[in-house]
């Protein structure tokens, strides 16, 4: 069983939360997020109130359980509060600019690296410093770390891309005789 699919999510007010068929929205103040969900877990939506339970006694709708549950919780946070990440960009001629919607790196490559920004995200890029904001957790979350993904982090100098709370584990390197 379970644990966070046995719960019940209470709908905040301000939220307005919609089902047709397997189609679930949910609008509040900073936009709206919409999702195709399975019918392996029947969502119910009752006065305030969201109920999740399993169609079937099988292992895949036991596993959607969970995960459906988590899902709706993060869209219901994200269009009250967006979620943030922040990346640290370190090393001598790495630079990071926004310019319209993609970004424009220098990663010592010879040549410069052109992202572009999807849809529903705001980018910012003020020095090293680089913060995404969306009202959908997965698309910020995944949109990071493709860009994260440019550039690593190296262990021995600490060159590279990283997340703000992230500690790199730094290595020693050769040693001389």
Known sequence: MSRIGKQEILIP???EVTQNGNVFSV???KGTLTKTFRD?????????KITLTIKRNDKFSKSLWGTYASHIK??????????QKKLILEGVGYKSEVKGKEFNFALG???PVVVPI?????????K?????TGIDKELVGSFTASIRALKKAEPYKGKGMRYDNEVIRRKQGKKTA
């Open 109 to 111: 490559f010879s040549h």
């Open 27 to 29: 609008k509040g103040p």
């Open 40 to 48: 392996d877990v029947v969502i119910t939506v009752a006065d305030k």
């Open 118 to 126: 999807p849809e529903g995200i705001t980018a910012t890029a003020e």
């Open 13 to 15: 007010s301000g939220v």
């Open 74 to 83: 993060n869209m219901i946070a994200g269009v009250q509060t967006p979620y």
């Open 128 to 132: 090293n410093n680089i913060t995404i």
